[in-house]
């Protein structure tokens, strides 16, 4: 019987180990949910690495981990601290993570980072292989594995492969800046199916694929020895139901039932009915824009006083690659606002910036989302961004407004939101003052149609349709091998 594969950097669980002993969590992520159903599907395997380097494990916990992470329908690929140093910390997070999210000046271009990159995809590509027949459809996912497509496809070709981007692909004139760009675009184009959150990546890919490496397209197909691969574009969605059964839950909750931060903000709520919450969650990641929409609050203070002490923004900041300086930096310049804003504005019983510098358990992100009246996010650049989603699928009385960057991927699917240039802090702040005053009757106007465009594409569905269009290729090649 086919199998279907898996591959992504890290594998959907989270492994502990005290004294010798072993405990796996999977993990609950959005992708790991959209999988399931591909999982569930028939036999099926998902293979990556297991979050423990070498060095981490001795002999015998080696085989223990191995024995665990197989019982979840799992397979690790074995790193090295130096592969994490030079393939994860390098190539993928130095030089491809900035340079897709047009931060050039970020971009290292280290021949070191290059040849671990190589490496270890390689290392990914003997592990699939091992576990890999002739007919079965392998699925990879995103930039840490550019060229394991291209790796696998040399050495079984009767196997039908899939590939999906999770962050932006850059223009053309970006991407030509990369030393290595011919072979990763070759590496990419092993696979039978190309997917990408937006029209406009896939456009920008296929740009790079004519002009450097001379491949004639025509639509959304590339032929390309002998093949003929598709393009396309796969918006990721939620889990819809969860998020919105979490609210439901969540909104039915006795007092002893809440957790301490929603009576925090139940507290904050009573001694100030008439103020107002604004919410936003992301990684401390520079892509993120956090100090560009920490500026814009401020510059909304300055500009409509009115609204001092009838605010509060939560910015909950994940940690995230936090031995790399940029991210370090990021850090010291979010806490500096942070610190100055609320130093200029904060009066004895108001402090208009709670800032949360942690991950935060599922309950807590639903506390947030459904207590908050306007969701701020601000990125100057995201493949996507789920909490924008999100947090309209909590919105269960359909209230709320979303505030959402252009420049986010999911900006092409959310029109009902408030767009804005996260570089524009007066359009920021304006909009900031239009999304606060906005009618409870125009905020549900809004929000039924994105609710209902989020249930519709749910991550299952994002999952089914990839699979239904890789498994089209397949008999576009039977088409092409047979006339
Ligand atoms: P990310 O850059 O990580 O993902 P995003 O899409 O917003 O960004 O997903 C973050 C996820 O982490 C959300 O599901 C959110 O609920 C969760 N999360 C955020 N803050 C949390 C906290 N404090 N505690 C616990 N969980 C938290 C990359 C790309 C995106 C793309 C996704 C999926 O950068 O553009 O949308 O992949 O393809």
Known sequence: MNKTIIVSNR?????????????????????????????EGGESLWIGWSGLTEEDLDNDLVEKVNNAIAREDCAAVSLTQKDLDNFYYGFSNNTLWPMFHYFMEYTAFEGEYWESYKEVNRKFADTVLQHTDDGDTIWVHDYQLLLLPGLIKKERPNTSIGFFLHIPFPSYEVFRTLPWREELLNGMLGADLLGFH????ERHFLSSVRRILRLDTHFNEISYQGRTLRVDSFPMGIDYDKFRNAAIAHNKQTPEQKSDLQKRLDAHLQSAPDAKMILSIDRLDYTKGIPNRLRAFEYFLDNYPQFKEKVRFILLAVPSRSNVPQYQLLKKETDELVGRINGKFATVNWTPIWYFYRSMPFENLIDLYTSCEVALITPVRDGMNLVAKEYIATRTDKDGVLVLSE??????EMNEALLINPNNFEQVAGTLKKALEMPEEEQKERNIFLQQRLERYSVEKWAGEFMKALKATKTLHHVIVSK
Request: without cysteine; neutral net charge; charged residues 10%.
């Open 407 to 412: 420049m986010a991927g999911a900006a092409k």
């Open 11 to 39: 594998l959907p669980l989270q492994i502990t180990i005290n004294d010798n002993n072993l405990a796996i969590t999977p993990s609950v992520g959005g992708l790991a949910t959209g999988m399931k159903s591909v999982h």
């Open 198 to 201: 937006t029209y406009d990546y």
